[in-house]
């Protein structure tokens, strides 16, 4: 790696989307944290710029609304030099009938390199790889993956923990639902940590079990076991029907407590996607607490997603 942050990458990266980390290598894996690790050292400097991706345009398509992954998007883009243009659905020709690939073959028109697209429907990033010329960058697609969520989740990990061989991580709620839970149980287990699904069986199939995690119904059995507990929001927008009695029992079982943390390892480690719910998955002390890293990990999304960004944006002309 140069000194120069603003091209850091001596890897050789042949990808031209980001679609999910089911995908990627553990090499990959690691060259995108290591790479994010250079970058971050750009956002304590007075002039927060690299010129990596001038000349280059990048394309938010938010068709899901999102306070974190399109502002540090936008943000990561600007600090690489890049041309930023944000789209949004709900103001946008698609209420006159317009499809989702004539709206994004259209801004490809305009000169567009990358496209960062959320999408209520898993596979949308997807079916766009196939239709247009752009990388496309999966930013969260229904219940499926949340790769930049994911790789963020990952570095505010290695950071707190230094490895993940050894390290047993719980992803506690709403997994059935959860695009995060994917993409943190790709990283995870290729980068070798121990896996704990936890939640209520309706949330909680059993049938990842296939995937290489353990799957647990009671939070208290395995809390002590656990180095890092990652709370994954309910996601009632994308359930059918309640899949459990009430908020307040998910809470007595679920919630992240203080009483909860004084039970489990001195250096536990509480993630949380965001948004959170307080009060619901984790509570005000908690989320607020000496172990939350959560502020952290939105610092961390922004070094992460420069990262990817540098990867896909055209530079190795190798890429296919
Ligand atoms: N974690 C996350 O994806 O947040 P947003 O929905 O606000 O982007």
Same mark, same amino acid.
């Given at each position: 790696?140069?000194?120069?942050?603003?091209?850091?990458?001596?890897?050789?990266?042949?990808?031209?989307?980001?679609?999910?980390?089911?995908?990627?290598?553990?090499?990959?894996? @690691?060259?995108?944290?290591?790479?994010?690790?250079?970058?971050?050292?750009?956002?304590?400097?007075?002039?927060?710029?690299?010129?990596?991706?001038?000349?280059?345009?990048?394309?938010?398509?938010?068709?899901?609304?999102?306070?974190?992954?399109?502002?540090?998007?936008?943000?990561?883009?600007?600090?690489?030099?890049?041309?930023?243009?944000?789209?949004?659905?709900?103001?946008?020709?698609?209420?006159?009938?317009?499809?989702?690939?004539?709206?994004?073959?259209?801004?490809?028109?305009?000169?567009?390199?990358?496209?960062?697209?959320?999408?209520?429907?898993?596979?949308?990033?997807?079916? $766009?790889?196939?239709?247009?010329?752009?990388?496309?960058?999966?930013?969260?697609?229904?219940?499926?993956?949340?790769?930049?969520? /994911?790789?963020?989740?990952?570095? @505010?990990?290695?950071?707190?923990? /230094?490895?993940?061989? %050894?390290?047993?991580?719980?992803?506690? %709620?709403?997994?059935?639902?959860?695009?995060?839970?994917?993409?943190?149980?790709?990283? $995870?287990?290729?980068? /070798?940590?121990?896996?704990?699904?936890? %939640?209520?069986?309706?949330?909680?199939?059993?049938?990842?079990?296939?995937?290489?995690?353990?799957?647990?119904?009671?939070?208290?059995?395995?809390?002590?076991?656990?180095?890092?507990?990652?709370?994954?929001?309910?996601?009632?927008?994308?359930?059918?029907?309640?899949?459990?009695?009430?908020? /307040?029992? *998910?809470?007595?079982? *679920?919630?992240?407590?203080?009483?909860?943390?004084?039970?489990?390892?001195?250096?536990?480690?509480?993630?949380?996607?965001?948004?959170?719910?307080?009060?619901?998955?984790?509570?005000?002390?908690?989320?607020?607490?000496?172990?939350?890293?959560?502020?952290?990990?939105?610092?961390?999304?922004?070094?992460?997603?420069?990262?990817?960004? *540098?990867? $896909?944006?055209?530079?190795?002309?190798?890429?296919?």
């Amino acid at each position: 790696m140069t000194a120069e942050p603003s091209d850091p990458a001596p890897f050789a990266w042949t990808r031209k989307h980001l679609l999910g980390l089911e995908e990627l290598s553990r090499e990959e894996i @690691t060259a995108i944290l290591d790479t994010a690790e250079a970058f971050s050292e750009v956002s304590n400097r007075s002039r927060k710029k690299v010129p990596a991706l001038q000349g280059r345009i990048v394309f938010n398509l938010f068709f899901e609304n999102s306070t974190r992954t399109r502002t540090s998007f936008s943000l990561a883009a600007k600090r690489l030099s890049a041309d930023v243009q944000d789209f949004s659905a709900n103001v946008s020709s698609i209420s006159k009938g317009e499809t989702f690939i004539d709206t994004a073959k259209n801004i490809e028109a305009m000169g567009c390199d990358v496209m960062v697209v959320r999408h209520p429907t898993p596979g949308a990033p997807h079916l $766009l790889s196939q239709h247009v010329q752009s990388s496309i960058i999966n930013a969260g697609d229904g219940a499926h993956e949340h790769p930049t969520q /994911g790789l963020l989740d990952l570095m @505010t990990i290695r950071r707190a923990k /230094g490895s993940f061989e %050894g390290l047993t991580v719980a992803l506690l %709620g709403d997994i059935a639902h959860s695009r995060v839970a994917r993409s943190n149980i790709w990283g $995870l287990l290729k980068l /070798g940590a121990k896996v704990i699904l936890c %939640g209520p069986p309706t949330l909680v199939p059993r049938s990842m079990e296939r995937l290489g995690c353990e799957v647990a119904y009671h939070l208290d059995e395995i809390l002590p076991r656990c180095d890092v507990v990652n709370v994954l929001r309910i996601q009632f927008e994308r359930q059918q029907r309640g899949l459990f009695p009430s908020v /307040g029992e *998910y809470s007595q079982f *679920y919630m992240m407590t203080r009483e909860r943390v004084r039970k489990a390892k001195d250096d536990l480690l509480i993630l949380a996607p965001g948004p959170i719910n307080r009060g619901v998955e984790l509570t005000p002390e908690v989320a607020d607490g000496d172990h939350s890293a959560i502020l952290d990990q939105v610092h961390n999304g922004l070094a992460v997603r420069m990262a990817v960004l *540098y990867f $896909l944006s055209g530079k190795n002309p190798d890429a296919e």
